[in-house]
């Protein structure tokens, strides 16, 4: 196989052609790309129109209010803004944030800032499968707890959590609820009206849009205060300051949109790929799908290949863009902290690889990858 195949889409997605198509569209003299705060003339006018546009489309994916919908650089500023700037009202009042330790580094590097300042936290454990429960977070919860922050599909295995029953359990106790739904927003259907949660982080970049653009959801209730973690001209109703990036936002529009009308089409061709893959690899032996398969997102499967080194693996497959886990931790050489969150052992952890497929991905290309894996781990256990 000489070449390479992208199966690495939960780490960042190709920009559609359609979004690339609106993208090009706002950079030029030619197109609308003046800055949307100069409202003293037409272009400044045109501009914070198709910021709004834009805003508009991704309100639309999740039945938002465009109100509700505060820009920012990408998931993990959101997470920030989310976590950190919720509960800068409780400092120094011995306030408590549960998540789970299966979370991105996007939110418990935040968790670990504030515990550094005072603040109390606890990392739950998931079940045997990956997955956080409301059982799991009602037993944590405690008269200090002022914020639950869990995501929705985890990026390294694809487990589903149960938010919508976490964030009912939130809701019941007086809790402002966070969702980083970086991985599922486009993928599985979000409806803020009957989840509840308070903020929901999301990502361009994981749905066929740009890198360095994303947004938080902020539920329009009185009492839900977040403190700006960056200071400017008080752009985003002053939650967010610095200048909107006209051509970032209106691709994010147009991958949320386009998320939106392609979702069903997406996830079947999405499963397909991944029965495909599977198939492929057959009878091999020592195999093991970490998470709970039966509440999954297909587009992202976990392994393990016991006895196999999951570097050793890697590069043996030079023509497979896969990875190890998360891009935001490949570089380094300790196992996954969701995996081993899970209870894997050391060495099921570093022997595990993460396959994510995508829009762009073809059934020979998914047939060929998995075949030139079963090779693989025949010719080194040979």
Not at 67 to 90: C, H
Not at 223 to 244: F, N, Y
Not at 276 to 305: K, R, S
Request: net charge negative; charged share 20%; aromatic share 6%.
């Amino acid at each position: 196989m000489s070449t390479p195949i992208y199966l690495d889409y939960a780490a960042t997605t190709p920009v559609d052609p359609v979004v690339t198509e609106v993208m090009l569209g706002h950079l030029g003299l030619d197109g609308c790309f003046a800055n949307p705060a100069s409202r003293s003339h037409f272009f400044g006018w045109q501009a914070e129109a198709a910021v709004e546009k834009a805003r508009k489309q991704v309100a639309g994916l999740v039945n938002a209010d465009v109100r509700e919908i505060v820009w920012t650089s990408g998931a993990t500023e959101a997470n920030n803004l989310a976590i950190k700037g919720y509960m800068d009202q409780f400092q120094g009042q011995g306030a408590h944030v549960l998540t789970s330790a299966t979370e991105h580094k996007a939110v418990l590097d935040c968790v670990s800032y504030l515990e550094e300042r005072g603040f109390k936290v606890t990392r739950l454990t998931p079940d045997g499968g990956g997955r956080v429960t409301p059982e799991l977070v009602a037993a944590a919860i405690n008269d200090e707890t002022r914020l639950i922050s869990v995501m929705h599909v985890n990026n390294e295995t694809g487990v589903v959590n149960d938010i919508e029953g976490i964030a009912a359990l939130a809701r019941e106790r007086g809790i402002a609820m966070h969702i980083d739904a970086a991985q599922s927003a486009g993928k599985i259907a979000i409806d803020v009206g009957q989840l509840q949660a308070d903020f929901i982080s999301f990502s361009a970049h994981k749905i066929y849009g740009p890198k360095g653009v994303g947004a938080l959801y902020v539920r329009r209730r009185p009492d839900l205060v977040l403190t700006p973690q960056i200071h400017g001209g008080g752009h985003e109703r002053g939650m967010r300051s610095g200048t909107l990036a006209t051509h970032q936002l209106v691709a994010m529009g147009a991958c949320f949109e386009l998320a939106g009308q392609r979702m069903a089409q997406d996830a079947e061709k999405i499963t397909s790929l991944r029965q495909c893959f599977l198939e492929e690899l057959g009878e091999c032996t020592g195999l093991l799908l970490n998470g709970d398969q039966a509440h999954v997102w297909p587009g992202i499967l976990n392994m393990a290949i016991e006895g196999i080194d999951g570097q050793l693996m890697l590069s043996a497959l030079p023509n497979l863009a896969i990875s190890s886990g998360s891009a935001c931790t490949s570089a380094t050489m300790a196992p996954s902290h969701v995996l081993s969150a899970m209870g894997l052992s050391e060495s099921l952890a570093l022997s595990s690889l993460r396959i994510s497929f995508g829009r762009f991905t073809t059934a020979d290309e998914a047939h060929l990858a998995g075949k030139t894996m079963r090779e693989a781990i025949e010719r080194i256990r040979a």
